[in-house]
């Protein structure tokens, strides 16, 4: 019976977040015993050449599969990296920064079974409405992809969301390897007409620095007209 369920695989991505991987892994590995009336799960955390830590950690903990980026590769290219290594029917992903609530794992889970091809945690809360320059950069690109699927995004690069592998694997070579996967990822899903669910979460305070640079800026800026003039 249990063969019959469909699978989840959890991939997620890690750059030197020693100081929150043990808690945050931790809280992921206990949401998943609740999915397991419903559905297979694995957790596979990409170590993206962290330089402290996190790497060393992330090999202690039994539950996890755990991939070794010998230099760092990219947010998207370290998802793409884990995806690669499953055969699950469901991709969810989650940042390891204690910004996404875990316990929020099986709502967006029944809700992807529900009949949508991904579900999105769309997030709400002073740590997300306080981040003042990324939240320009998220009004620019969701006007962009507007333009051009005619779909609205309130929150179009969340880093919680699930997916069927299968579209993955379909657009691929579409999607990013830096940190605007998930923006691509929204982008490719409106333009080819998939059904899309939200949920809502509360942003939790990160622990730690954010670890993108003032140049990937740009890289969404270029990104944006690509999409409006591509």
Request: charged share 20%; proline share 1%; net charge positive.
């Amino acid at each position: 019976m249990q063969d019959k369920f469909p699978k989840c695989a959890i991939v997620i991505p890690v750059y030197n977040e020693k100081k929150c991987v043990t808690k945050v892994i931790g809280e992921i590995i206990s949401a998943t015993t609740s999915l397991r009336h419903i559905l297979k799960t694995e957790i596979i955390c990409v170590n993206d050449g962290s330089t402290d830590e996190s790497g060393r950690i992330l090999n202690g903990i039994k539950q996890i599969s755990v991939i070794n980026n010998s230099v760092k590769q990219g947010y998207g290219a370290s998802i793409k990296k884990g995806i690669g290594q499953t055969d699950a029917d469901w991709i969810m992903i989650i940042d390891c920064d204690n910004t996404y609530p875990a316990g929020k794992i099986y709502h967006l889970v029944t809700t992807a079974l529900q009949g949508y091809d991904m579900v999105i945690a769309e997030r709400n809360g002073e740590n997300f409405r306080n981040d003042f320059l990324r939240g320009i950069v998220r009004r620019l690109l969701t006007l962009a992809v507007l333009i051009k699927t005619g779909i609205f995004f309130r929150d179009i690069n969340s880093g919680m969301r699930i997916f069927r592998r299968t579209l993955f694997v379909q657009y691929s070579s579409h999607l990013s390897n830096k940190f605007s996967f998930t923006t691509t990822l929204s982008y490719e899903m409106a333009r080819n007409k998939f059904n899309i669910g939200r949920i809502q979460i509360i942003y939790g305070k990160r622990i730690g620095r954010s670890k993108m640079a003032f140049g990937d800026y740009f890289s969404i800026l270029y990104l944006m007209f690509t999409i409006i003039f591509g």
